[in-house]
């Protein structure tokens, strides 16, 4: 990686860098992508990040966050295509990519094994699973509440070792393509460089783009995303990058204050679920409202730790997810707060002062027998169950054996994202969305699919790199030809963001409003009128954006540029939600379809009432598509799962002929 700084004729300075293959983000996808490309012999890499400790792999988990692999323990069988079926059926998902999904498990997970990832094993080294969400087997396993943080510390450990290059500071503002033999591909990018007291541009020359960026968790407010996890999808969306299954989200109850998932445990010992209005006055348990009989509430409670995301097909009578939509009519729409409380039992379950654990489902009730915490209140249940669940809120000085917990119904995962091939390579040749940005999760993925897909991908990525991307750069002369034109544009747009004028508003003031607007019209429930309307003030916030945003300070500015993606990725996700809705889509995975037949004196005793999706639409992928402005929206056939059948002989003579790679 070569460096050279160079003032602009504007007086304005831009560093120029250069290397072969760029990696934007550093979480657990950008990491093991620039310790695997060193691994495969290239070395002149670079990673670029806006902030090396911002991302969601490192500051986000759960009560016992999930990391998905085949099954490695036990007389259990499961098999590579075993699991890649178990992907396969989440629908909407490419049968080629969850192949390649399943038969890089192990190797990613033993890498992780062997980098220092504490991942607990027995006396014989097997490494024991449990069945997670949509699982038929027992695939999953974790290192408690923080798996992924564990693993981006030791992946960053072993990237530091090898003296690979991490440029910080860095916010990716545009990536650069052009045309090539009849395809785009990217041939560099521009970004803002700010250390909170100066800033600069920097601008990449290099042949191919890592793309590690994470989920788009500012298009939200409720969000449990960290606050520092904003979103990066705009600028692959500008360039041309196609996105894949954008309607597909998962949102679930999550603390505010602290921003984290409440699954597992933390709903398995059964808190007392609150609302009080502003003033934090009229204290109310407003779950009973929605079930007739205790029985139901306190069993819905319980499974709401197994059923944490919001899920239409249980919205039944007494279904767990009919809690989300109490919670969403509490804070949104009567505009009251809700809290968690683990200091006391629930109303429903006393009985002379004590839990009546009678009153839970069978299943609940063993559980709960079979952990041995058949006694005290909540938060006493979740120090015996799982302390780490409860220790992880004390560090952060919450203390739930004295405060209730706020909590809200948030967007915690984008199952769509980036569209990517079998070689997590974008429609755009040489960018490689990998993580959370990638969108082949499909619809209903297994808990933990994620942690494994920043892995598999990121060395899908590197491995097409080390055999196929490391031609020439771009001449310099023909690359300063290409980008002058788009570095002038960035610098003339943030001296227009920079200039004062009437009714300009800040950065900040401006992303609370495009998020709350987004909450209100397309988080879990959605409705067509709701969509379009915001469709439309998305377009009048693009087109009004430098005349209303005033950037005065070098944060403000990142912030500015923040908001601009945030704005394109809300308008092509808007857009993917409205025609899934005109093309008949009914509810499906973590969101419902708002009809007009919902009767909310009728939920004790019919649920909440909404047309399910049947697997109609199991076998197409949604593609949008920003065009000169426009959103282009098209359904494509998913590819099937390839033959199950490998033949040996066959598979080494294409090795020995290196025909697998790329291929």
């Known amino acids: ?23 934007i983000g550093s979480g657990a996808a950008a990491f093991n992508a620039a310790d695997s490309l060193y691994d495969l012999g290239v070395k002149d890499i670079l990673l670029v990040t806006e902030g090396i400790y911002m991302g969601t792999s490192r500051n986000t988990g759960s009560d016992k966050q999930t990391y998905y692999k085949l099954s490695l323990a036990s007389g259990e ?27 890089l498990s192990a190797r990613c997970f033993f890498k992780l094994v062997n980098l220092g990832v504490p991942f607990p094993c027995d006396k014989y080294g097997q490494y024991a699973g449990y069945k997670t969400d949509h699982d038929p087997k027992m695939r999953g396993t974790s290192c408690g509440p923080l798996t992924s943080k564990y693993m981006t510390q030791q992946l960053e450990q072993s990237v530091k070792k090898k003296n690979i290059p991490i440029l910080d500071h860095v916010r990716i503002i545009r990536l650069l393509t052009c045309e090539e033999q009849g395809e785009m591909r990217v041939y560099g990018a521009i970004g803002l460089k700010n250390t909170g007291k100066s800033w600069n541009y920097v601008r990449f020359r290099c042949s191919n783009i890592i793309y590690a960026t994470g989920g788009p968790g500012g298009i939200y407010h409720n969000s449990v995303y960290p606050v520092s996890q904003t979103c ?16 597909e989200w998962q949102y679930g109850i999550a603390s505010v204050k602290f921003r984290w998932n409440l699954s597992g445990s933390y709903q398995q010992v059964i808190p007392r679920y609150v609302s009080v209005n502003e003033q934090g006055e009229d204290e109310r348990e407003f779950l009973e409202d929605y079930f007739a009989a205790p029985s139901e509430l306190l069993t819905a409670i319980f499974l709401k730790g197994y059923q944490w995301p919001f899920d239409p097909r249980k919205l039944e009578r007494g279904g767990s997810s009919i809690i989300d939509f109490a919670v969403y009519q509490e804070t949104v729409v009567r505009g009251r707060r809700v809290f968690l409380d683990y200091t006391r039992n629930p109303k429903a379950a006393e009985k002379e002062g004590t839990f009546d654990f009678t009153l839970l489902s069978e299943e609940a009730r063993a559980y709960l027998e079979n952990s041995q915490v058949m006694f005290g209140t909540p938060v006493q ?39 990517a091939d079998r070689w997590w390579q974008s429609n755009i040749r040489r960018l490689f969305p990998v993580g959370e940005v990638c969108g082949n999760f499909g619809v209903y993925r297994p808990g933990g699919s994620a942690l494994n897909a920043t892995q598999v991908g990121s060395l899908r990525a590197a491995q097409y790199i080390s055999r196929n991307g490391q031609e020439p750069q771009m001449d310099w002369e023909r690359f300063l030809q290409l980008s002058q034109s788009h570095m002038d544009e960035v610098i003339f747009a943030g001296l227009r963001l920079l200039e004062k004028g009437q009714g300009k508003k800040k950065p900040l003031e401006l992303r609370k409003r495009y998020q709350r607007e987004m909450d209100e019209a397309a988080a879990f429930i959605r409705e067509e009128k709701g969509i379009c309307r915001q469709i439309q003030r998305c377009r009048a916030y693009i087109a009004d954006f430098y005349q209303e945003t005033l950037a005065e300070t070098p944060r403000e500015l990142t912030d500015a540029w923040i908001n601009y993606d945030i704005l394109h990725t809300q308008l092509v996700y808007l857009t993917g939600m409205l025609v899934y809705i005109q093309e008949k889509g009914k509810s499906r995975g973590s969101y419902m379809i708002a009809g007009e037949d919902f009767r909310f004196n009728e939920v004790k005793e019919t649920g909440i009432r909404t047309q399910l999706d049947q697997g109609e639409r199991a076998e197409l992928i949604q593609i949008c598509s920003l065009r000169q402005g426009q959103v282009v929206v098209e359904n494509r056939q998913r590819k099937p799962l390839p033959d199950g059948k490998v033949w040996f002989e066959t598979v080494y003579n294409d090795c020995l002929q290196d025909a697998v790679i790329g291929q």
Request: proline share 2%.
């Open 381 to 419: 249940r979740l120090m015996k169950m799982n302390r780490p669940a409860y220790e992880l809120y004390k560090a952060r000085r919450i203390d739930l054996e004295k405060e209730w917990l706020q909590v809200s119904v948030c967007a915690q995962h984008n199952n769509g994202g980036l569209y």
């Open 1 to 23: 990686m070569n460096t050279k700084l160079e003032q602009n004729r504007g007086q304005q300075y831009i560093e120029e860098c250069q290397c072969n293959t760029l990696i």
């Open 77 to 103: 069988p499961d098999s590579v295509y075993d699991m890649a079926r178990s992907l396969y059926d989440g629908q909407s998902v490419n049968g080629d990519t969850a192949l390649v999904e399943a038969a």
């Open 232 to 247: 990066a999808h705009g600028a692959a969306i500008l360039c041309g990058a196609d996105c894949a299954n954008v309607t």
